[in-house]
């Protein structure tokens, strides 16, 4: 019954609060639709935690979309073999989880230390801050662990899964054999999803592309008159 419930009904709650969350928050919080930054309380710790969080978030990203949305099947069409495939996972995919977690460990240090950002972190913080800390961690684990690459292949059970999910046939058996580790992995990272309207992760969706094709600013100094 607990399985029927998380992998074949918990996506799509999760799906509506996170649409209808985002277009609440929109309808009447605009104004606090921002990343809340404590740039002016502490820069140092911040850009190094930051760029280091960002990046390896981002090629943890890339990671996921070529393991989980693209199918097995296509990687075996272009060549690239089981061996091949989960080399370059381990090649790309540790370094990157190593990168994003320490900046996540960076940020999360300078918050617990630095009294004036404690003093301004809300539980919603923590709360995110957590779960991407059990979400990084438990991907990490779960990757280490699978180093043999006679291991667990995620690409005949999880990302089918996936894809049954995004068309809305969600099939729960296909997560029957999946290790607990990968389940906690995927259980924290849809209740990120849960939060995510109602934190500031809407930053994310708030990226500034009208700057591109903005005028130039033109600034004069004034001159006083000669008298």
Not at 71 to 100: C, N, Q, R, W
Not at 149 to 156: M, P, S
Not at 194 to 219: A, K, N, Q
Request: hydrophobic fraction near 50%.
């Amino acid at each position: 019954m607990l399985e029927q419930f998380l992998w074949g009904y918990f996506p799509y709650i999760v799906l509506t609060i996170f649409i209808g969350g985002h277009i609440y928050r929109y309808q009447h919080d605009q104004f606090g639709w921002t990343t809340k930054s404590s740039e002016f309380l502490e820069k140092k710790s911040l850009r190094l935690g930051s760029i280091l969080f960002h990046w390896g978030i981002i090629f943890v990203f890339i990671g996921h979309v070529m393991g989980i949305l693209i199918p097995k099947a296509f990687y075996d069409a272009i060549g690239v073999s089981e061996h091949m495939y989960h080399t370059m996972a381990i090649a790309f995919g540790l370094p990157a989880g190593i990168v994003a977690i320490i900046g996540l460990a960076i940020l999360i240090q300078r918050r617990l230390t630095i009294k004036r950002i404690r003093l301004t972190t809300s539980k919603a913080d923590w709360l995110v801050l957590i779960l991407l800390a059990i979400v990084m961690l438990t991907g990490f684990a779960s990757t280490s662990l699978n180093v043999n690459a006679n291991g667990f292949d995620y690409r005949t059970t999880i990302s089918p899964w996936f894809r049954t999910v995004l068309t809305f046939r969600a099939d729960p058996t296909y997560m029957e054999s999946v290790p607990i580790w990968f389940k906690i992995h995927i259980v924290s990272a849809l209740c990120i999803f849960i939060v995510w309207p109602f934190t500031r992760l809407v930053h994310i969706f708030s990226m500034p592309f009208r700057y591109l094709g903005r005028s130039y600013v033109v600034y004069r100094r004034r001159v006083p008159k000669q008298q």
